[in-house]
């Protein structure tokens, strides 16, 4: 079960920085304040379910997300990784429709929850507030269009590639600037790629031995950035 967190203050929140809430004004801020509730999940804890009706705005305070549909078989399919500062469940929130994905907590994540009418009443006075979120919600549709694209034309090979580096762009590295900021399952990773846990498996033993990447449990370093980059199709 999810349980009570001390929540941060919005006025003094280093994640809100990075977040479509950072030029929120003074107002709009003791608002979420005075209303929000703030919980902390374990790695494997659900946020929200597929099917269920929002209630109101996730942001992420620390931690990481997966968000993932699932398929009549049950294999999921990740559809977005989010990070600090990112908030979850606003197209349903703002269609007025049901989730249509799950969220689940990758590691031991805190989170803010601002109320429907709260979130409803505050994008409702801020226009700039509802530009950023237009913003994201363009930013969101263009990578799905193209996450489509490469699920239909790219090798398995690239695709794990450009996941690789999507991973270090969006999370960075450990101390040793190498060691990928998240630890996914092999199963989650193939989930991302969008092949079997046994292909990528298999591939990423073969980027091992081209010293593309090292691999030590979950932990997986990128070796030979250019490499990747090359075998990924991408600019840098």
Same mark, same amino acid.
């Given at each position: 079960m999810k349980k009570r967190f001390e929540s941060p203050q919005c006025e003094t929140c280093g994640s809100r920085e990075n977040s479509i809430l950072c030029d929120l004004s003074h107002s709009g801020v003791l608002q979420i304040d005075g209303s929000k509730n703030t919980n902390?999940?374990?790695?494997?804890?659900?946020?929200?379910y597929e099917g269920n009706r929002p209630s109101g705005l996730f942001c992420i305070f620390k931690g990481k997300v997966k968000i993932y549909k699932s398929s009549e078989s049950g294999r999921e399919h990740i559809v977005r990784l989010a990070k600090n500062g990112d908030v979850l469940g606003y197209r349903a929130l703002l269609s007025g429709e049901l989730y249509s994905a799950t969220a689940e907590a990758l590691e031991e994540t805190v989170l803010c929850?601002?109320?429907?009418?709260?979130?409803l009443q505050i994008l409702a006075e801020d226009h700039q507030?509802?530009?950023?979120?237009?913003?994201? &919600?363009?930013?969101?549709?263009?990578? !799905?269009? %193209?996450r489509m694209v490469e699920l239909s034309q790219l090798p398995v090979? @690239?695709? *794990?590639?450009?996941?690789?580096l999507m991973l270090n762009s969006t999370f960075g590295t450990a101390d040793d600037g190498a060691t990928l900021d998240i630890q996914l399952t092999r199963e989650d &990773?193939?989930?991302?790629?969008?092949? !079997?846990? %046994?292909?990528?498996?298999?591939?990423?033993?073969?980027?091992?031995? @081209?010293? *593309?990447?090292?691999?030590?449990?979950?932990k997986i370093a990128i070796t030979d950035k250019q490499a990747l980059i090359r075998l990924a199709n991408v600019v840098d």
């Open positions: 902390s999940y374990k790695r494997g804890q659900i946020i929200f929850h601002i109320p429907q009418a709260t979130f507030l509802m530009n950023r979120l237009m913003q994201l &919600l363009t930013h969101d549709l263009r990578e !799905a269009e %193209e090979r @690239e695709r *794990l590639a450009q996941t690789l &990773l193939a989930n991302i790629v969008g092949t !079997a846990t %046994e292909s990528c498996i298999r591939l990423l033993s073969e980027f091992r031995k @081209e010293g *593309l990447v090292q691999l030590n449990g979950k």
